[in-house]
């Protein structure tokens, strides 16, 4: 990549995330469920505007994320008989949205993997069960997780940029949560 791209690429990070940037923000908790809970995702702002609806009295992990209607925007479950731990997303239809799962290689820093159906793959890499990292799509940062945000304890953020799904980037956040915290 040329120096110019790289810095054309970070004047665009700059102008989307952090402070006064356009990207869209929200408020989740670590270990966000147990099976059978239910937990709000809000915005910026404070207000409730996901919720993700933990499943109780099923053989896999499932968590359903809503809009504050209630309706069903996507299903996050954890997939059995798979070599590594893997979540899908579905959306309301049944259909695969991605599949969530941990990067065979990774010498330095934890990478996941998330193959997403009809459109670009992503990859989350950082300090993942810190809940510090990023979500890239070919090779540009489409959303940002971070713990630094708030001073309550075990809530993070996850920022993204204003052309991406945040129904999909929050269950990618959901599932990645889920399988690095599994108890």
């Avoid at 945000?149 to 990645?176: K, S």
């Amino acid at each position: 990549m040329a120096f110019g791209d790289r810095r054309a690429r970070r004047h665009e990070e700059h102008e989307t995330f952090g402070h006064g940037g356009t990207a869209r923000r929200f408020q989740l908790r670590e270990k966000m469920i147990s099976i059978g809970d239910d937990f709000w995702i809000e915005d910026e702002s404070g207000e409730r505007v996901f919720r993700v609806d933990g499943k109780a009295l099923r053989l896999r992990k499932t968590f359903h994320l809503e809009d504050m209607q209630g309706r069903h925007l996507c299903t996050i479950q954890k997939r059995i008989m798979h070599i590594r731990d893997t979540m899908a997303i579905e959306g309301p239809d049944g259909d695969r949205m991605a599949l969530v799962h941990k990067a065979l290689i990774s010498p330095l820093r934890e990478r996941w993997k998330i193959d997403v159906e009809g459109g670009p793959d992503l990859e989350a890499q950082g300090n993942i069960v810190d809940h510090e990292y990023e979500i890239e799509a070919d090779d540009r940062k489409v959303a940002q997780v971070s713990k630094r945000w708030f001073r309550l304890r075990d809530t993070y953020g996850i920022e993204m940029a204003p052309d991406q799904n945040p129904a999909m980037l929050l269950a990618v956040a959901v599932a990645i949560d889920e399988m690095t915290h599994d108890d």
